[in-house]
């Protein structure tokens, strides 16, 4: 079975100041990984995900993510942080075989302080 | 394509009514999803589809019924609301196995049961 850990439910960071929001995953087989954003009262808005390939990933809105096997991590992050950047984000696991449904963690919020 | 629509957008219903939510995907996709979103826990996954006349419990099914008579349509019914079932529902498709992995999310029903 997959699952995800979120460490911190909440996060706050100043304005310009790095983002780093950590993922933590279990899968059987190789996983596919992403990161979803959510702005209150909104759905959900894919941010970046890793399927194969190279392992660091590029997202929108200057986010992006390391695979580490070895760690079992997908941690997001981002150089410097903006106003616009508070919303929740999720973090989620995938096999691409199977159900091909998704598996989230629990979510961190993200504060940012002017 | 208008992707994956939902219906309705909020509903308020008394427990022990019935109702079912409605998702439609015009992509063509095999798979299909229903999760519910539920304050510090994520989207769990309820319900599943890997095609037309096959549906499959996710993680927490009870309290909901499914069924896949069309590659486009996936309606959640809830048989008698209760309030444990407030949530957050989405829906979401993805192209069978072979494909590239991409997870399509409708925007999101808020459903009060009082």
């Known amino acids: 079975a997959q699952s995800v850990t979120q460490l911190g439910s909440h996060v706050s960071v100043s304005e310009g100041a790095l983002v780093l929001l950590r993922c933590n995953y279990s899968s059987s087989v190789p996983p596919y990984l992403f990161w979803y954003v959510q702005y209150p009262n909104q759905g959900l808005q894919l941010l970046l995900k890793?399927?194969?390939?190279?392992?660091l990933v590029k997202g929108i809105n200057g986010f992006e993510a390391e695979f580490k096997k070895s760690e079992t991590s997908f941690h997001l992050t981002k150089p410097s942080a903006h106003m616009s950047d508070a919303a929740e984000y999720f973090c989620?696991?995938?096999?691409?075989?199977?159900?091909?449904?998704?598996?989230f963690g629990s979510g961190t919020r993200l504060q940012v302080q002017p | 394509n208008a992707g994956v629509t939902q219906t309705p957008k909020f509903q308020v219903l008394k427990t022990g009514q019935s109702m079912t939510l409605q998702c439609a995907q015009d992509?063509?996709?095999?798979?299909m999803s229903w999760y519910r979103q539920d304050p510090g826990m994520g989207l769990r996954l309820i319900h599943y589809s890997v095609g037309a006349g096959i549906t499959d419990q996710g993680e927490v099914p009870n309290g909901y019924n499914v069924s896949r008579s069309t590659t486009e349509d996936f309606p959640l019914r809830l048989l008698s609301a209760a309030p444990s079932q407030t949530s957050v529902y989405f829906c979401?498709?993805?192209?069978?196995?072979?494909?590239?992995?991409?997870?399509?999310f409708g925007p999101g029903t808020r459903l009060t049961v009082t």
């Open positions: 992509m063509n996709h095999e798979y």
């Open positions: 979401a498709s993805t192209p069978a196995p072979g494909a590239p992995y991409e997870q399509y």
């Open positions: 890793y399927t194969t390939g190279a392992t």
């Open positions: 989620a696991v995938s096999e691409d075989m199977g159900r091909r449904a998704l598996t």
